[in-house]
């Protein structure tokens, strides 16, 4: 069946970077797009960026160059990096897979960042 | 960015029907979801494009809309049903959710 899991270090130090790794199980990440999705604290959730079947990526430009998203298809995994962390970007990143009509169809459960010194 | 306006809250009765706006600031045409998320989880997906319902989805729930608005509808609405619901476009980047609709019951 299909699977996503996020893990990640929990806590970060500001100004570090931030490095999230999204294992994915029951289909292949050269079929379908993973995105990361984040939600702050009891906030709604927030679209970062994407990598699509062909490896190509896009970003929500509002972490300008901050972000990167890569990925390893013989690991079945989906990366994201995040630098310059500040204590707003505290919260719960979730990565998620694209169903076909673009919508997210399978979520990971998952993982929370703390952004503190 | 294209913002989704819910409403914050709504508090309704067992066996009730409901209804959740989201509206777009402009328009999305019909690639609009709907997610619910319960505390400690995360979200799941209840309708895509519009109106149609995610195989497994109780019927209870149903959508409708195009362009700029869009409402989630459960009928009769059960207790399982205490969640947040977002709605989230795909039509224009960045991809956007709204801000949540936290629905309690009395």
């Known amino acids: 069946q299909v699977q996503l899991k996020e893990s990640g270090p929990g806590l970060v130090q500001p100004s570090q970077t931030l490095s999230l790794t999204c294992t994915v199980s029951g289909f292949s990440l050269t079929s379908y797009s993973v995105h990361w999705v984040r939600q702050h604290s009891g906030k709604s959730l927030e679209w970062m960026g994407r990598m699509w079947s062909d490896g190509d990526t896009s970003y929500n430009s509002a972490f300008t160059s901050r972000l990167s998203i890569s990925r390893d298809t013989s690991k079945s995994q989906v990366f994201l990096k995040m630098n310059s962390l500040q204590t707003e970007d505290t919260g719960t990143y979730y990565c998620?897979?694209?169903?076909?009509?673009?919508?997210?169809?399978?979520w990971g459960p998952g993982t929370m960042v703390t952004v503190s010194s | 960015d294209t913002v989704l306006t819910q409403s914050p809250a709504l508090a309704v009765s067992p066996g009730e029907r409901v209804t959740i706006s989201c509206r777009a600031s402009?328009?999305?045409?019909?690639?609009m979801h709907w997610y619910q998320q319960k505390p400690g989880q995360q979200p799941t997906l209840l309708i895509y494009l519009a109106s149609n319902l995610e195989s497994g989805v109780p019927a209870r729930f149903s959508g409708s809309g195009s362009g700029t608005d869009f409402t989630l509808t459960i009928d009769p609405v059960e207790a399982d049903d205490t969640a947040t619901y977002y709605c989230q476009q795909s039509w224009n980047d960045p991809w956007t959710f709204g801000g949540g609709t936290k629905l309690e019951l009395k």
């Open positions: 402009e328009s999305v045409s019909t690639l």
């Open positions: 998620a897979r694209l169903g076909a009509d673009w919508y997210f169809d399978f």
